[in-house]
């Protein structure tokens, strides 16, 4: 039992590149997130789905897409990355159907530098 | 939707001391309440958590508890010890539509234990 698997560990990036940071679980959850933490914010919703195909915005989502075909895999996308997206980046997953449901399960982490 | 604040940012406390991290939330609806802790370089994970019917729940040297009048939650750790050093989040709870729930985590408290 794997859990939440994140891929990679880490990642540097010019400014303007694009790049896919996945996630995949094998619990089964149907609710899966993307957070980050930088020093001092703690960590910050990116996008969330609950379940494939269902997606939704977070408290920080620009400059960010996602998508949910599957209830395994749940990918960020950057799309032209900035030095402010310099973060490290969690993805998270919970079966989150009641509110006893909701201990959320982290992949290891992404720490990406845009430089 | 649920607004999480945690105090203090930064804690240090000396070896076999008590350290106290408080934390409030604004819906009142909210009935769910764990705490997270981070290692450095590592992912966060659930140490304990406490539901609104409850208000203390102990584990070992640690403990939850809960004041749902006035809206607070505080984790007490004690006789505190060099690998209690961590960054701790609380969290609250708040239904985010589609059957599911979703959890908002306070900014974190970074707690040093000095041998």
């Known amino acids: 039992n794997a859990g939440v698997t994140q891929t990679p560990k880490f990642q540097v990036l010019k400014t303007g590149q694009s790049m896919t940071l996945q996630c995949a679980q094998d619990?089964?959850?149907?609710?899966m997130s993307w957070y980050r933490q930088d020093p001092g914010m703690g960590l910050r919703l990116i996008h969330y789905?609950?379940?494939?195909?269902?997606?939704d915005q977070g408290e920080v989502p620009n400059g960010y897409n996602v998508s949910r075909s599957t209830t395994e895999d749940f990918p960020l996308r950057l799309l032209s990355a900035a030095p402010s997206q310099t973060s490290v980046y969690f993805c998270?997953?919970?079966?989150?159907?009641?509110?006893?449901?909701?201990?959320?399960?982290f992949g290891q982490g992404t720490r990406l530098t845009v430089v | 939707g649920e607004n999480v604040e945690q105090h203090p940012s930064t804690l240090s406390v000396q070896e076999g001391d008590s350290a106290v991290i408080k934390c409030t939330y604004s819906?009142?609806?909210?009935?769910?309440f764990p705490w997270y802790k981070q290692e450095l370089g590592k992912r966060p994970q659930l140490i304990i958590d406490?539901?609104?019917?409850?208000g203390e729940k102990k584990d070992q040297r640690i403990a939850v508890t809960l004041n749902k009048t006035a809206k607070h939650f505080s984790l007490h750790i004690t006789e505190t010890q060099p690998e209690d050093s961590a960054v701790y989040f609380c969290?609250?709870?708040?239904?985010?539509?589609?059957?599911?729930?979703?959890?908002?985590f306070g900014k974190g408290t970074k707690l040093s234990v000095i041998p």
């Open positions: 619990m089964n959850h149907e609710y």
């Open positions: 969290a609250g709870v708040a239904y985010s539509g589609a059957g599911s729930y979703q959890l908002t």
């Open positions: 998270a997953s919970s079966y989150s159907t009641s509110p006893w449901d909701t201990e959320a399960f």
């Open positions: 789905s609950v379940g494939a195909g269902i997606t």
């Open positions: 406490i539901r609104s019917n409850v």
């Open positions: 819906d009142s609806a909210s009935n769910y």
